[in-house]
C-alpha cells in the first residue's frame, strides 16, 4: 500500500481553492504565478507559507496573493503531503502533528481533517475486521497513526475493502471465459467452477461490492461535512439552472417542477479562462451545457456557452491520458437501466472545444 498517495487522497475532500482570482494582469502576476506552481512540484506549503515565501523571494505581497490564489493548488491536499513529509523522518502524537502543521501556515480545520479522515476511515462502527484491528492496537496503547496504518492494512485485503478489486478482475476472468452471457446455464456452470476451487483465483470466494444501506445519511458524512464546511467557508452561488437560453422545468413525479443544474464539473482551460461542464434539461433531452466565468474567477459571473450535446449528456468530466490527450466522459444513453460511460476525445468535438 503506498501511503503517501493515500494520505493525499483521504483529504481530496473539497474543491480545490486556487482559480479565485482574476486572469493575470501584470508581469508581476505572472513570474509570481510561475514561481509559485515552481515550488509546489517540488514541496508542500500552507497558503500562508507559500505567500510568505514568494515575498522572501523580493514578490510584492499583491502579487504574491495573486499567485497563492490562482495556482491551483488543494491546500487540504497540501496539508497531507506536509504531514506525510514529517511522519517520513519522525513520530508525532496526534496532536503534535496538528500542532506542527498549524506552525507551518495551515489552519486548524485543514490540519483536523487529516486525522478526523484517517480515524473514520479505520475506525467506522460495527465488529468488521479494520474496525477490530484499529482497537486491538489502539488497546496496547500506541500511537493513534501506528493503529490507522494497521487498521488500512486490514481494510486493503480482499475479504474486506480490496473486495472491490477481486470483483474487477473477478468479472474480467468471467468475460473471457463465457462465450454467451445470455445463457443462464453457461454463466451458472462458470460460477460453479468457481465455487468448487476450479477457476479465477481457486479460493472458492465470489467477491462482490456491497455496503449498509442508509435510510437517512452516512454519519461518517456528517462528521466529515462540520470539518469540510467550517474550513471552506459559505456556499455562493455559481449560476441558476434557468441561466442557459436552452434550459427547460421540468416536473417531478411528486408533483413539483423546477430547473435541474446536475453534474457540474470546473477546470482552467489553457487559454487561462475557467470553465464549467454542466447537466440539465432542454427541449431535446438531457443536455450537456458549458458554461465560461467572464471574470476567470470562481464566483463568475458566469456566461452560458452553447450546449456541447442537446441531448444524452450528462454529468461530464474530463481527464488527461497518460499519453497526453485529453478526453471528455459523460453518460448515455439516458434510458433507465440502459446508461454506460461514453469516452470522447476532445480534439474531435464540433465545435472545438476549451482545453
Known sequence: MNMKKLFATLLAVALALGCASAMATSPGNADALSQAQSYLRFMAFSREGLIDQLEYEGFSHSDAVYAVDNCGADWYEQAAKKAESYLEIMSFSTSGLISQLEFEGFTHDEAMLLDIMLMLHAEHGGGNNSTF??????????????????????????????ANYKAGEMIDDICANVSDWSSDDEVGAYIEKILNRKAFDRTGLIYGLGHAVYTITDPRAEIVKRYANSAAGEPFLLFRGSSAPWAREVRHSSGRAGYV???PFLWRGEDGRLYCLWAGFSDEGYTEGLAVSQSGALQGPYAQLPP?????????????????????????????????PVLLATSTLTPPFPR
Open 133 to 162: 484491528t484499529t482497537r486491538v492496537l489502539s488497546s496496547s496503547g500506541t500511537d493513534a497513526y501506528s493503529a490507522y496504518a494497521g487498521a488500512l492494512g486490514s481494510l486493503k485485503g480482499p475479504k474486506h475493502g480490496g
Open 308 to 340: 456541447l450535446f442537446k441531448k444524452d449528456g450528462g454529468h461530464g468530466m474530463l481527464f488527461n491520458t497518460f499519453d497526453g490527450r485529453t478526453l471528455l466522459t459523460l453518460h448515455r444513453p439516458n434510458a433507465a437501466l440502459q446508461e454506460r
Open 261 to 263: 443544474t446536475d453534474g
